[in-house]
């Protein structure tokens, strides 16, 4: 649990897909929530994080089954408005005293609509103004028997208590998830309740900067602190906050393991070096790395190497910076939530992320992690409070492992290098067309196989190799993005002419699942 002077809300997790997005929203609508799993809530944490609201979320299981996830007593005895949504309206009907059933051919999954009772609800301010709601549905049981206190303002085809309420407790419970996108009013509903439980919207990004540094300050002292520095979002804004709080006591490693794009160290070292004059250590040691991975095609050996590499390459320059004593990361908060499994068993490893886990242990290291309470797009917004450039803080996510995972089959200096040039002429394509931003990510991946072709009447026999465009939330979901014919013609004949080694350009349209973002 954080510590944080900010009005607080606590989101109780019954594993529902989309748990996060309940907090996202909440996020934008300026409050700090935390979520944690329906296990992990009893009484002494309910005291000690001293929600002024709590969200009961989705969730998979059935009320109706034998030892099925409950919320603590506790919670419908705090005092604070409850809002309960699908899994978590059931859950707060069962244990108030109400009952659930089975839907026998009432389920109801996707898009539905809610027509209202005709009394008004103060949770429904600005609803039903063309008489009837869109909401977005998932659900197998319904309520059958509403608990004391509550009456009904809202219903559906499948649901007849799709929005029920006990106003005088301030207790509301939905059947619908007013979280997704597919309910366009639910960020409505969402922004009522906060007002219903007197939230003043206390959490932006001006008041987090602050409170952000001067909780650096106080852990950090006047100890040293080093940071590993990749050119990405993450390391950049918590570099840039870091500094701010403790300036020169903050040495970055940035190392270059010549995987890079085309310009890429030069310009992550020149923005550091130019806008911040922060020390910054440049490690080039591509020489090392390219030589681990000569001979190396296994896409998993690839990853270890690189990871195991890539620790020792900077526990040997952090020891330059001598007797640092905290090792600053950009930890995310979803990295942190601990999610509901209920199958319990340990998920299958489909890729090896590389990341500087296990040398704080190694190192004596303590951790700084100033972005652990953040989203994505608020370390965005962070990063735009501290200043940091706008084309800095749109790049395309780049992975840990770099170029080497965009290289199928062996590594070599000459594929490298075909790579870099393709990669910055398709770059460059999607910038000119001004298709950059509404991309999540982009790249070149350069095949293992060498094709025939015809230029100038000549034969050539080269590389082919694949383009990658995706959109996506998270990274964890991807579509590929439909450019049109004439973008990839265009984009083909371009690299094609101007990089010597590629004869063939294909587009990947696979989405994720069943394929990943990247090749490996
Ligand atoms: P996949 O290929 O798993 O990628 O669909 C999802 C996202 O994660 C990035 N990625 C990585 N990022 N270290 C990172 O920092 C890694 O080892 C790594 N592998 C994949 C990938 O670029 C995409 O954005």
Known sequence: MSKTHHQRLLIIDFGSQVTQLIARRLRELDVYCEIHPYQTVDDAFLTRFAPQAVVLSGGPASVLDEGSPRAPDAVFELGVPVLG???????????????????????????????????????????????????????????????????????????????????????????????????????????????????????????????????????????????????????????????????????????????????????????????????????????????????????????????RLFI?????????????????????????????????????????????GGLPEKMGLKLVEPLRELFKDEVRELGRELGLPASFIGRHPFPGPGLAIRCPGEITPEKLAILRRADAVYLDQIRQHGLYDDIWQAFVAILPVRTVGVMGDARTYDYACALRAVTSVDGMTADYYPFSHAFLGETATRIINEVPGINRVTYDITSKPPGTIEWE
């Open 85 to 307: 949504i699908c899994y978590g309206q059931q859950v707060m009907m069962q244990q108030l005293g109400g009952a659930v059933e089975r839907g026998d051919g009432t389920a109801e999954f996707g898009r539905a609509y809610v027509t209202p009772a005709d009394r008004a609800l103060p949770l429904l301010e600005g609803w039903f103004s063309e008489g009837r709601e869109q909401v977005w549905m998932s659900h197998g049981d319904h309520v059958k028997t509403l608990a004391p206190g509550f009456e009904v303002f809202g219903t559906s085809p499948g649901a007849p208590f799709a929005i029920t309420a006990d106003p005088a407790r301030r207790f509301y419970a939905v059947q619908f998830h007013p979280e997704v996108h597919h309910t366009p009013g639910g960020r409505q509903i969402y922004a009522n309740f906060l007002a219903l439980a007197g939230f003043t919207g206390d959490w932006t990004m001006g008041a987090y900067r602050d409170e952000a540094i001067a909780k650096i300050r106080e852990t950090v002292g006047d100890a040293k602190v080093i940071c590993g520095l990749s050119g990405g979002v993450d390391s950049s804004v918590a570099a840039v906050l870091i500094h701010e709080a403790i300036g020169d006591q903050l040495t970055c490693v940035f190392v270059d393991h010549g995987l890079l794009r085309e310009g890429e160290a030069t310009e992550v070292v020149g923005m550091f070096r130019d806008n911040y004059n922060i020390p910054l250590i440049h490690a080039d040691e591509s020489d090392r790395f390219l030589s681990a991975l000569d001979g190396v095609s296994d896409p998993e050996q690839k990853r270890k190497t690189i990871g």
């Open 312 to 356: 020792d390459v900077f526990q040997h320059h952090a020891g330059d910076v001598g007797g640092a004593k905290f090792l600053a990361q950009g930890t995310l908060y979803p990295d942190v939530i601990e999610s509901v499994s209920f199958s319990g068993g340990p998920s299958v490893t489909i890729k090896s992320h590389h990341n500087v």
